[in-house]
C-alpha cells in the first residue's frame, strides 16, 4: 500500500502536535490551510492531525489513509482473511 496522505483525528490538537514533533522528531507544521487541520510534509506522504473529539474514537484517535485505489485495497484486505466494512 503507497499512502498518499495520513490523517489522524484527535480531541486536543495542540498536544497532537506537539507531541507528534516530540516523538517523531518533527519540526514546525508545514500548513495549517484549515482552522483545526496541521499537517507535516514527510517526504513520502503528508500526516495531517485534524481536531475531530467525536471521531477520535475512545482512545483519542482516529486514524485514515488515503491511497489512490481503496476498492483494491479494501478487497487485498479481504484476501488477507481480515474483516473490513463496505466502502
Same mark, same amino acid.
Given at each position: 500500500?503507497?499512502?498518499? $496522505? %495520513? $490523517? %489522524?483525528?484527535?480531541?486536543?490538537? /495542540?498536544?497532537?502536535?506537539?507531541?507528534?514533533?516530540?516523538a517523531v522528531e518533527l519540526g514546525e507544521?508545514?500548513?495549517?490551510?484549515? /482552522?483545526?487541520?496541521?499537517?507535516? /510534509?514527510?517526504?513520502?506522504?503528508?500526516?495531517?492531525?485534524?481536531?475531530a473529539p467525536d471521531l477520535a474514537g475512545? /482512545?483519542?484517535?482516529?486514524?485514515?489513509?488515503?491511497?489512490?485505489?481503496?476498492?483494491?485495497?479494501?478487497?487485498?484486505? %479481504?484476501?488477507?482473511?481480515?474483516? %473490513?466494512?463496505?466502502?
Amino acid at each position: 500500500m503507497k499512502a498518499e $496522505t %495520513v $490523517t %489522524v483525528g484527535v480531541r486536543d490538537l /495542540d498536544r497532537a502536535i506537539a507531541l507528534y514533533q516530540s516523538a517523531v522528531e518533527l519540526g514546525e507544521t508545514d500548513q495549517i490551510t484549515l /482552522d483545526g487541520l496541521a499537517e507535516f /510534509d514527510l517526504g513520502a506522504f503528508w500526516l495531517q492531525l485534524a481536531l475531530a473529539p467525536d471521531l477520535a474514537g475512545r /482512545d483519542g484517535i482516529s486514524v485514515n489513509i488515503s491511497v489512490q485505489n481503496a476498492a483494491v485495497e479494501r478487497e487485498r484486505f %479481504v484476501d488477507q482473511g481480515l474483516t %473490513v466494512t463496505e466502502l
